[in-house]
Each structure stands twice: as structure tokens, then as C-alpha cells.
């Protein structure tokens, strides 16, 4: 109302309301219960992106939550996957003599596994499809445990044995990092400058998912 007031104009179209964060035990946080949980402590504990991602996963849409430190050691592991896996990718493409940073086109199919593709292209339209839909909670739980369970334990233990399909898998854990960037922005931009941003240091957030 005060938008419409001041400038004449409807300042959001879309309002996406979150739930309450509760102690561990479901009562209201308060400074008079002394319950408060400090978020910057967390963060330097813990990691900013870690604490973003325990707030966001396996919350239904407007639900509230109970404050729990199972979920940020979660998140740190997941932190750890995901730049052992950046790392993992770098080494191997140094080791084929190949450059991590070239563009990859999936017109250049036919010598590697379709399977691969195929199911990447299959997440890539769900987890559209919860974006679109403000499923956030539902999206990033997709995309752990694409990122944990396919991409990791499954394609990338297949590009060891087979390191032709070293661009496939390089490029699948590209788009993982764009859609995972919105959740957790600092882990996906630090390893995007170093693998495949080059001299022009290109942002992450500009680059396109498709």
C-alpha cells in the first residue's frame, strides 16, 4: 500500500511467504525465552551457504521449521561433495589433456552415453518445473540428490573407467552449479571463477541454464 501510495505503481507482482525458523524444540524463538540462535555465529561456524541451504531444504512452501544442527552439518557435507567433485573434474582434464573450460554441445552425442544425457535432460525439466512453480524446498532437494547420487556416485565413477565422457560429465555438473547457484551462491561462484571463467571473469548468474 505504501508502494502504491508513493509511487503510483503495484511494487510486486509475486510475494513468496516463508515460515517461521523455531528452536529445536518448536517454541517461537524469543530473547526473553533466551532461545535466539544467532545466524552470523552459524555462518562462521558453518558457512553462509550451508546455513541457506538448511533453511531452504525439506521445507514445504510456508511451513514453519525447527531449528537444527543435523541439517547444517548436511549442508557442509554437501559443500564438500560438490568442491571435491569441481576439483575431481579439473584433474582429469589436465591428466586427458583436455580444457575444462570449452563449451560442450549435446550435437556431439554420438560417441558417449545417451543414458547420461538423457537423465540430465530429465532433471533439468523437473527442476524447471518446481522453479517455475516456487517449489524451492522440492527443487533443491532435486538437485541434492541428482548432484549426490547420479552425478557423483554414478557419472562421474562411469567417466573414470570411460574419461571420453569427461565433457558430457563436465558440462552436466555445469548446469548443476547454475541451478544450484541461486541456493548457494558463494560455493558455485568461487568454483565457477576457477574452472570456467577464464580471463573475462564471467558471472555465473549470467550465464543461461540451457
Not at 584433474?91 to 550435437?107: A, P, T, V
Not at 524446498?137 to 541428482?146: F, M, V
Amino acid at each position: 500500500m505504501l508502494g502504491i501510495y508513493v509511487t503510483g505503481k503495484v511494487p510486486f507482482e509475486k510475494i513468496y511467504l516463508h515460515g517461521l525458523v523455531r528452536d529445536s524444540k518448536g517454541q517461537k524463538m524469543s530473547k526473553s525465552k533466551g532461545n535466539v540462535v544467532n545466524p552470523l555465529g552459524l555462518i562462521e561456524k558453518y558457512g553462509a551457504d550451508t546455513l541457506r541451504f538448511s533453511l531452504i531444504m525439506s521445507v514445504p512452501a510456508g511451513n514453519d521449521q525447527n531449528y537444527s544442527e543435523a541439517k547444517l552439518v548436511g549442508g557442509r557435507n554437501f559443500c564438500n561433495k560438490i568442491w571435491n567433485m569441481s576439483r575431481f573434474l579439473k584433474m582429469s582434464f589436465e591428466q586427458n589433456s583436455l580444457k575444462i573450460s570449452d563449451n560442450f554441445e549435446f550435437s556431439d552425442l554420438e560417441s558417449l552415453d545417451d543414458f547420461i544425457s538423457s537423465a540430465h535432460k530429465e532433471f533439468i525439466k523437473n527442476t524447471i518445473s518446481k522453479m517455475d512453480r516456487y517449489l524451492f524446498s522440492e527443487a533443491l532437494e532435486d538437485i541434492h540428490n541428482y548432484i549426490w547420487h547420479q552425478v557423483a556416485a554414478d557419472f562421474i565413477e562411469k567417466s573414470k573407467d570411460k574419461p571420453e565422457i569427461l565433457p558430457l560429465i563436465n558440462h552436466i555438473f555445469k548446469d548443476c552449479l547454475k541451478f544450484l547457484h541461486p541456493f548457494m551462491p558463494f560455493i558455485t561462484e568461487e568454483i565457477w571463477q576457477i574452472n570456467y571463467s577464464e580471463k573475462n571473469h564471467n558471472l555465473i548468474i549470467n550465464e543461461s541454464i540451457l
